[in-house]
């Protein structure tokens, strides 16, 4: 139980363009969606936390314009990245949470050029 | 706010000997949940073990354990017979009311054969 699909594992985008990441719970309903982002060698800095059905809440300097998230059902939200520049390169994960516990996606590596 | 520490950013081990990694806390709750996470090389956020604060029974899993100790606020893994696959970047993590994971700086294990 609890697997998660994160896509794409991989992407490459023009700066200015927008990038959609995909994060579906495959086997259980997801109460809350977490969005981190991850730069090499270092820790996961939490983006917003999302339940389904509400906005989401965004940590103190993360930009919500910039950073859309949709939790439409428990089973799907997106993060997309909206003129992406090159200082969003990064690495971004989807952590699911269900009753009993915490999951992870497999993470999406942005390169914006 | 809860903090997170894990001050060693790098530790080595010999195959099949101990490692311990270190972390401490700061909270004000009393009741909460500490994990401690494996981040290989693919960069897939797996569970290692979880340890709730109302238990004082230290948590193991097979060679993993941990040495729990609440009003230290101290919160140890101990890895046994260390393997090559043990190599890994390790993520200390702390829940609480709010049900943010709040992460440690993570340190990279590496193990020598």
């Known amino acids: 139980g609890a697997v998660v699909s994160q896509h794409p594992s991989w992407v490459i985008c023009k700066s200015g363009t927008s990038v959609k990441i995909e994060c579906r719970s495959l086997d259980f309903q997801a109460t809350t969606m977490f969005w981190y982002r991850q730069f090499p060698k270092q820790s996961l800095m939490l983006m917003a936390t999302s339940n389904e059905g509400s906005k989401a809440t965004y940590e103190q300097g993360v930009e919500k314009d910039k950073f859309l998230i949709n939790h439409a059902s428990l089973t799907l939200s997106t993060l997309t990245v909206t003129s992406a520049h090159p200082e969003d390169s990064s690495f971004y994960i989807c952590s699911p949470r269900w009753i009993y516990g915490y999951t992870f996606g497999s993470g999406t590596r942005l390169t914006v050029v | 706010a809860q903090t997170v520490t894990q001050s060693q950013p790098e530790m080595s081990v010999q195959e099949a000997e101990t490692v311990t990694l270190s972390c401490t806390y700061d909270?004000?709750?009393?009741?909460?949940?500490l994990f401690w996470y494996k981040q290989p090389p693919s960069r897939q956020m797996i569970l290692v073990i979880r340890?709730?604060?109302?238990?004082?029974q230290n948590a193991t899993e097979n060679r993993f354990s941990v040495n729990f100790q609440k009003a230290a606020k101290s919160f140890s893994l101990k890895i046994s017979d260390s393997q090559l696959g043990d190599a890994a970047m390790y993520f200390c993590?702390?829940?609480?009311?709010?049900?943010?994971?709040?992460f440690g700086k993570g340190i990279t294990l590496s193990v020598r054969p």
């Open positions: 340890q709730e604060a109302y238990k004082q």
């Open positions: 909270t004000s709750e009393s009741d909460y949940y």
């Open positions: 993590a702390y829940t609480g009311a709010n049900s943010k994971l709040t």
